[in-house]
């Protein structure tokens, strides 16, 4: 340093702690993103764990269902498609049977569906915004506000289950595998009832709300899923009746 005035010196002291203060601020910055990235991440992965922690079943890390149906409150494309949506659908039989109970278990042989049945209550975000969301599982969820399969039911049976994109799931093939005619089972804890299909439609998800699928029919059974070719826009229902003979 020479011995001119201090005061026209540059400060090489301050200027160094400045330049270090700002390093110190980006680091801070760039290791406060990377571990957002991080939180991010394992929130994708560990929210169907921290929303199910039953030990149901549950998907592998990364893979997501799509969002489920509209549905209103409570008082159509397949492997054979039907060309339009029914304005209305047939009046099922009364089963002869067990009485109505919540169904427990659903078997589907032309599917490949065999799952448990848990009941949903839908909770009042979902009443207001009349959107059913799941639990993110391979599960089947029994609509509780609804009816009860059995030979008392007061309504219909609602199932629904979460179609997945990029994995094999059991309600996937309700989209290819699912037609007219084929027989199911609804098992509860008074026993075994025996379903067959009357129709497989597709509905554009927005519009499910309104469709006759919600009539008040004692011993129908309709399932809902996301249909596979169209997981974000479209829901794939199959409805039931009491099999006969």
């Not at 001119?4 to 270090?20: C, Y």
């Not at 397949?78 to 339009?84: E, L, Q, R, V, W």
């Not at 509780?144 to 008392?152: L, Q």
Request: proline content about 12%.
């Amino acid at each position: 340093m020479t011995n001119g005035n201090p005061a026209s010196e540059p400060d090489f002291e301050a200027a160094s702690i400045e330049d270090s203060r700002r390093r110190l601020f980006r680091i801070r910055v760039i290791v406060m993103v990377a571990l957002a990235g991080v939180l991010g991440i394992l929130g994708a992965v560990l929210l169907p764990a921290l929303l199910d922690p039953g030990g149901r079943a549950m998907p592998p890390g990364g893979t997501r269902p799509a969002v489920m149906a509209t549905a209103p409150a409570a008082s159509g494309t397949t492997a054979s498609p039907s060309p339009a949506a029914p304005d209305t659908l047939a009046v099922p039989p009364v089963p002869a049977g067990p009485p109505a109970a919540p169904p427990q278990r659903l078997v589907y042989p032309a599917a490949g569906i065999d799952v448990p049945v848990f009941p949903l209550d839908p909770s009042s975000s979902d009443v207001a915004s009349q959107t059913i969301v799941p639990p993110a599982t391979m599960d089947g969820y029994w609509l509780t506000p609804y009816g009860m399969p059995g030979a008392d039911s007061s309504n219909t049976t609602y199932v629904v289950g979460h179609s997945w994109q990029d994995i094999e799931a059991p309600f996937n093939r309700l989209s290819t595998n699912a037609a007219a005619g084929d027989r199911l089972t609804v098992t509860t804890s008074a026993g075994a009832l025996e379903y067959q299909v009357d129709t497989v439609t597709t509905y554009v998800k927005s519009g499910l709300k309104d469709s006759p699928i919600w009539e008040v029919a004692p011993n129908r059974l309709v399932l809902i899923s996301c249909y596979t070719d169209d997981l974000w826009g479209t829901n794939v229902v199959v409805v039931a009746s009491p099999a006969q003979g």
